[in-house]
């Protein structure tokens, strides 16, 4: 019986092990339903939207089992917790469609840097240009830097602007300034985004 009982414990700790740290991460994370819920009084809210009020957990279950669905908790922070009656299954169904649709419509949009000195040549200015309207096509924000080593720092303002507005004229998509130009470590920096 002893024996029986350390093998259960060996086992339980082996289970342990192979789920690490995200164990108790896993648990705390798990929307609780029925009798799980642990808080008192709940605001609960019907299936089509309708509002129950603040109802303490026996009633609110007893609400449920009346129309033959679940009480999920929604919002265990808030005070009084939000709950749900509802089909747990479509909820979780309902879940993970919303988090895919969120999935899709998230866009990464990188910041690309493009670095240019106050002598660089018109050609090499096109083909930083002709790369730039390429990145801003394809919808990233481009951080435009003026670097300015050493005495060049101390230029007039009015001769490093026309700098960076000789360059911005050479892209090929409209775009919109999101930072104006502004000094940085450096030299000059702006950011600037597709129309």
Do not use: C
């Not at 994370?29 to 939207?49: C, F, Q, S, W, Y």
């Not at 089909?87 to 999935?103: H, I, N, S, T, V």
């Amino acid at each position: 019986m002893v024996i029986s009982f350390l093998v259960a414990i060996e086992q339980h700790f082996l289970i342990y092990k192979k789920l690490g740290r995200n164990y108790k991460k896993q648990r705390s994370n798990k929307t609780r339903i029925n009798e799980a819920i642990r808080a008192p009084e709940l605001r609960v809210i019907g299936n089509d939207g309708e509002n129950y009020g603040v109802l303490k957990k026996v009633d609110a279950l007893k609400e449920a089992a009346k129309k033959g669905l679940d009480l999920i908790e929604i919002s265990p922070k808030a005070r009084p917790p939000v709950a749900k009656i509802a089909d747990y299954g479509k909820f979780l169904y309902d879940q993970k469609k919303k988090q895919k649709a969120a999935k899709v419509k998230a866009h990464n949009v990188e910041v690309k840097t493009v670095q240019v000195k106050v002598g660089t040549d018109d050609n090499d200015l096109n083909i930083k240009a002709k790369k730039a309207s390429e990145w801003l096509s394809e919808g990233h924000r481009i951080k435009v830097e003026l670097f300015l080593p050493g005495r060049l720092k101390y230029m007039d303002r009015k001769f490093l602007d026309g700098r960076l507005d000789r360059f911005l004229k050479l892209f090929t998509v409209d775009y919109n300034i999101a930072t104006p130009a502004k000094k940085s470590p450096k030299g000059l920096t702006m950011i600037i985004e597709k129309k």
